[in-house]
């Protein structure tokens, strides 16, 4: 995917869930505007606004339902994957990523609204679960682009970046008689008259050159990479058993929902 087609894409991510969340808080607001007391039980006489937006509504109901299946298509897909090999030439993985985190954003956003914004119980702990889940998942995908990969999205290990900085320094050393150490200690401005003194020739000066600047930049990466795969870690430890304990509390939630007869239009 070129980069441009990539942006795009990511604005489209950003514009729809901000479109969802003002089209239902339009169209329910009268209803989501009430105080809790009215909006969780049934008036005296049938009301229609409770009849449709209540959680057990027909808009209420579906967006429940909808929000669910949203988060997980965007959960399984991207497990999928990422870690089935019959998938692993479906696409770029950074681009599975930002659909997880589009589907799962919508599927929150609609989530939100089932609740009416009342969080009582269980139900308590599954939201705010949820909650922690996609503000953590946020933060994952700027530490995940950060990670030096391949041109296919694949993560580069600590190995592969010291075997390229090993083949800079070896074609340095084999082809122009130089070593890295050398051109290292060098400022910038510097690099050019010292090769000139050790008879690189003109045409290949900028091509040392590019060399050194490659070298540096694998320092950085190798640097970058152990920094954030102890940040990744940690990470870990944040977004998986939330994950977890929402997923838990959603197969609950939806099991009672069942076992007390609410179907939606079923």
């Known amino acids: 995917m070129k980069r441009s087609t990539h942006r795009i894409l990511l604005t489209f991510y950003t514009i729809i869930p901000i479109a969802l969340f003002v089209t239902i808080g339009y169209y329910g607001y009268a209803f989501y505007s009430l105080p809790e007391a009215e909006r969780v039980k049934p008036y005296p006489d049938p009301n229609i606004l409770y009849n449709l937006w209540n959680p057990s509504g027909i808009y209420g109901h579906g967006l429940g339902i909808m929000g669910t299946l949203l988060i997980l298509i965007g959960l399984f897909s991207y497990m999928a994957r990422k870690h089935l090999k019959i998938f692993a030439r479906w696409g ?38 949820m909650a922690a889940v996609w503000v953590s998942g946020v933060i994952g995908r700027f530490i995940y682009i950060t990670i030096p990969r391949t041109i296919e999205g694949r993560e580069l290990s600590l190995v592969e970046l010291e075997g390229m900085q090993d083949e800079v320094i070896l074609e340095l050393k084999n082809r122009y008689h130089l070593e890295f150490s050398e051109l290292d200690n060098l400022h910038h401005s510097e690099v050019k008259s010292y090769l000139s003194e050790k008879g690189i020739a003109q045409k290949d000066i900028r091509k040392v050159k590019r060399m050194v600047k490659s070298q540096h930049y694998l320092s950085n990466r190798i640097r970058r990479l152990n920094k954030l795969n102890k940040i990744f870690h940690y990470w870990h430890v944040i977004h998986l058993p939330f994950a977890l304990i929402m997923l838990v509390i959603m197969v609950i939630h939806v099991a009672v929902t069942l076992s007390l007869g609410y179907f939606w239009i079923f």
């Open 92 to 129: 770029t993985l950074k681009y599975w990523l930002d659909f997880h985190i589009f589907s799962c954003t919508l599927g929150a956003i609609m989530v939100l609204f089932h609740t009416t914004f009342k969080f009582g119980g269980i139900i308590s702990v599954g939201f705010w679960s």
